[in-house]
T-cell receptor, first 110, second 113 residues
Framework: GENVEQHPSTLSVQEGDSAVIKCTYS??????FPWYKQELGKRPQLIID?????GEKKDQRIAVTLNKTAKHFSLHITETQPEDSAVYFC?????????FGAGTRLTVKP | NAGVTQTPKFQVLKTGQSMTLQCAQD?????MYWYRQDPGMGLRLIYY???????DKGEVPNGYNVSRLNKREFSLRLESAAPSQTSVYFC????????????FGPGTRLTVL
């Protein structure tokens, strides 16, 4: 089955700096790669996603890149703000199920 | 539109007790999922239902059963709870199959003593 690895497990940045989180996946049949943000005690919520026929997608301060050949994808957050502090999960999905990475706890220091 | 709802929010069980976690969605989604979330391990898929009338095992199905009662409802049953099943359980749904945005419920925090 699919195996998703996520790094780093914790990340601390100063407000205004950029943050990058990286994931690798194993199943070449995976075709959908979402990123979820989970605040403490809350449910995961989608922040951005990308499909395997696209190499990069951007939404304001958030961008995701996908390298299908190398089977890795990354989340980039620019101009970080304290409210970006949360746990971020990557995931890789084929048509049947979705597998999540172990999560990255991002702390943005004011 | 309530989205995805789960009951109960919290539950404490003794080892060996049974219980059913309820999940419902009002978005007319076809596919529904049950995950457990443990510290440092992300979300792990327990069971899923690609469409009404079908269920399949996920990554960690042992100790659990599911029922897709109708299009709206997907329940998770623990027949004989064990301390290893202490976790936060999330239900999710997608319009159709896994390669789409999943909408999560608020979660159920379960403790097994």
């Amino acid at each position: 089955g699919e195996n998703v690895e996520q790094h780093p497990s914790t990340l601390s940045v100063q407000e205004g700096d950029s943050a990058v989180i990286k994931c690798t996946y194993s199943d070449s049949a995976s075709n959908y790669f979402p990123w979820y943000k989970q605040e403490l005690g809350k449910r995961p919520q989608l922040i951005i996603d990308i499909r395997s026929n696209v190499g990069e997608k951007k939404d304001q301060r958030i961008a995701v890149t996908l390298n299908k050949t190398a089977k890795h994808f990354s989340l980039h957050i620019t101009e970080t703000q304290p409210e970006d502090s949360a746990v971020y999960f990557c995931a890789a999905s084929n048509i049947r199920d979705m597998r999540f990475g172990a999560g990255t706890r991002l702390t943005v220091k004011p | 539109n309530a989205g995805v709802t789960q009951t109960p929010k919290f539950q404490v069980l003794k080892t060996g007790q049974s219980m059913t976690l309820q999940c419902a969605q009002d978005m007319n989604h076809n596919s529904m999922y049950w995950y457990r979330q443990d510290p440092g391990m992300g979300l792990r898929l327990i069971y899923y239902s690609a469409s009404e009338g079908t269920t399949d095992k996920g990554e960690v199905p042992n100790g659990y059963n599911v029922s897709r009662l109708n299009k709206r409802e997907f329940s998770l049953r623990l027949e004989s709870a064990a301390p290893s099943q202490t976790s936060v359980y999330f239900c999710a749904s997608t319009l159709d199959l896994a390669d789409n945005e999943q909408f999560f419920g608020p979660g159920t925090r379960l403790t097994v003593l």
